[in-house]
């Protein structure tokens, strides 16, 4: 299962609106084991993890047993004709079916072990079921909550400053935490960024590691009175890769940006202070999006908080100092930092990086 888990892990960001899944089928009679059939989610979901292993496999899954890092579908989309996963799981006449994770989406929901069990297929269910629950996090959230998982990513001064106190844009991190930072877009459908931050700092926020340009998520500008500019990069960049622009000026918008390619404006109502974040990320939940990462100065990682969508904090702390400045963390994360837990912290070259979670 943690084979399976890592193969799971290299599918997040590019399977949406399906979580990232996948399948180990094994002939466990041979020692050791042998692996017949791999299968990952394909990019934007279909085929399923099932149906690629098994088929991998061939005839040679009958009798062995299917590793699966979330529960099978049970039955299909009205949008998508073919077997089920557990019909596929049937046919191939599999021994065996162990199950990390249970899939609280209407096609499985309990079903898919019921329906294998019923079959006479022994079924071993919760096997690494935090790791898995932590994996689907996103997928789980957008059935139960209608939103997304969220992820803040802060850089902050040895000091605490996320800029200085003129709020000229400052060099916190080393190239190699910026590397990090593009291996973390990757593993998530939507960046999510200001608009203060778009016109100060006029930022890609795509992902230009060799090999993995074509790991970019869609970038989302909050834009909330219609002050985005056509000439910045992000912008002229759109038609390689699509932008979205949240505003509650959709009309402005459309005028400032008429004839940007790749270019979405998405009408979203004010809330407190800005754009209503509830509706945005039920917006974002609603056209598919599991995963997201908030890319942004401290105001919108303090708002994220402070409406209760953060899930996980990436904080960067690099080696320089500033004496003064604007603060990293405000108060509202600063609280939930005191309610969360440390998942992890270590050395990225001479920057140090800490991830907090808030629990599923």
């Not at 019909?87 to 096609?107: C, H, T, Y």
């Not at 926020?205 to 060799?210: A, I, Q, S, T």
């Amino acid at each position: 299962m943690r084979a399976a888990l890592a193969l799971a892990r290299r599918g997040l960001g590019r399977t949406a609106p399906n979580p990232s899944v996948a399948a180990l089928v094994v002939d466990e009679g041979r020692d050791p084991p042998v692996v017949l059939g791999r299968g990952l989610t394909a990019p934007r979901g279909r085929p399923h993890a099932e149906a690629i292993a098994l088929a991998a496999a061939g005839g040679k899954a009958r009798g062995a047993t299917v590793y699966v890092t979330l529960e099978p579908c049970a039955r299909r989309s009205v949008h998508y004709d073919g077997p089920s996963c557990t019909e596929q799981l049937l046919n191939a006449r599999v021994a065996r079916v162990v199950i990390a994770g249970a899939d609280p989406s209407p096609f499985a929901s309990g079903d898919g072990a019921a329906r294998l069990r019923a079959a006479g297929i022994e079924v071993i269910e919760g096997v690494l079921a935090a790791e898995a629950g932590e994996l689907n996090r996103g997928h789980c959230q957008r059935v139960r909550l209608s939103r997304p998982f969220v992820r803040v990513k802060l850089a902050q001064t040895a000091d605490g400053f996320a800029g200085t106190s003129d709020r000229k844009p400052l060099a916190i991190t080393s190239d190699l935490a910026r590397a990090r930072v593009h291996r973390m877009r990757s593993d998530v459908e939507a960046i999510v960024t200001g608009i203060g931050t778009a016109l100060a700092d006029d930022p890609m926020l795509d992902v230009r590691l060799p090999g993995m340009e074509g790991f970019s998520p869609v970038r989302v500008v909050l834009d909330t009175n219609g002050r985005i500019e056509p000439d910045l990069r992000m912008i002229r960049d759109a038609a390689r890769l699509p932008v979205v622009i949240a505003t509650a000026e959709p009309e402005k918008v459309r005028g400032r940006l008429a004839g940007a390619r790749g270019v979405e404006v998405l009408a979203v109502p004010r809330g407190e202070g800005g754009i209503d974040l509830p509706a945005l990320f039920g917006a974002l939940a609603a056209r598919g999006v599991t995963r997201v990462m908030v890319e942004a100065g401290p105001t919108l990682a303090n708002a994220v908080a402070q409406a209760g969508f953060c899930d996980e904090l990436v904080l960067f702390t690099g080696t320089t100092r500033v004496g003064d400045g604007l603060a990293a963390i405000g108060p509202d994360l600063a609280g939930w930092l005191a309610r969360s837990h440390l998942v992890s912290e270590a050395g990225v070259g001479t920057d140090r990086l800490a991830i907090h979670s808030g629990g599923s």
